[in-house]
């Protein structure tokens, strides 16, 4: 049989046919895969996980066919509990695929110690700036009696002395123990020497 007449016979068109359904059958059979291997249809919300505790998160993103990834924060949260979720990407309410890896920020367990500034006999302003740099709170305001007015001669927690040097977690609240100048005691013993006549 010739080319041509190959061409035009139905054994031909028979296998050109069967050609087409083979391709159309394993197009659509992939894409069906495909589809199915991807999750392509198949979206997830993120839960809000905030000031959940690593054990409470761990279930909910199991029970949500979602994995995680635990990144530690260095800045303590106060307002969230210790070892709590602080920051979650992707955010709660995103739509993800099964299996996503969603990535966790916690709260430490406490404020990390920093050391205590030396700041004995300085200005109350100067201290002031140094605490609150060095990532302290102030606190209350004592006087006693001194001749350096506002300037700090202690520092205390509750009214137990502390010394510079010491290590106190980061945002602790540091009480200023100042000098009155002696409210111009000093003056007022001298104008009463003064008065005193000389024998």
């Given at each position: 049989m010739g080319f041509f007449q190959y061409i035009k016979s139905k054994e031909f068109l028979l296998t050109i046919i069967s050609i087409a359904a083979i391709s159309i059958l394993l197009f659509f059979g992939l894409g069906r895969w495909m589809n199915s291997y991807t999750n392509h249809d198949e979206k997830i919300q993120v839960?809000?996980?905030?000031?959940?505790?690593?054990?409470?998160t761990e279930k909910a993103l199991f029970d949500a066919n979602l994995s995680l990834f635990v990144i530690d924060s260095a800045s303590f949260n106060?307002?969230?509990?210790?070892?709590?979720?602080?920051?979650?990407?992707?955010?709660?309410?995103?739509?993800?695929?099964?299996?996503?890896?969603?990535?966790?920020?916690?709260?430490?367990?406490?404020y990390r110690k920093v050391e205590i500034p030396n700041v004995l006999d300085?200005?109350?302003?100067?201290?002031?700036?140094?605490?609150?740099?060095?990532?302290?709170?102030?606190?209350?305001?004592?006087?006693?009696?001194?001749?350096?007015?506002?300037?700090?001669?202690?520092?205390?927690?509750k009214g137990q002395e502390i010394t510079p040097g010491d290590l106190l977690p980061k945002n602790t609240l540091i009480d200023l123990v100042l000098g009155d100048g002696?409210?111009?005691?000093?003056?007022?013993?001298?104008?009463?020497?003064?008065?005193?006549?000389?024998?």
């Open positions: 839960p809000n996980l905030e000031k959940l505790s690593l054990s409470e106060p307002d969230f509990p210790p070892k709590s979720v602080i920051e979650q990407d992707p955010e709660a309410g995103d739509f993800v695929k099964e299996n996503r890896k969603i990535y966790l920020t916690l709260n430490p367990s406490n300085q200005t109350k302003r100067q201290v002031v700036t140094r605490l609150k740099s060095a990532g302290f709170r102030i606190g209350e305001e004592r006087f006693i009696p001194d001749l350096g007015k506002n300037v700090v001669r202690m520092l205390e927690i002696l409210d111009g005691k000093v003056i007022d013993t001298l104008a009463t020497l003064d008065s005193i006549p000389n024998e």
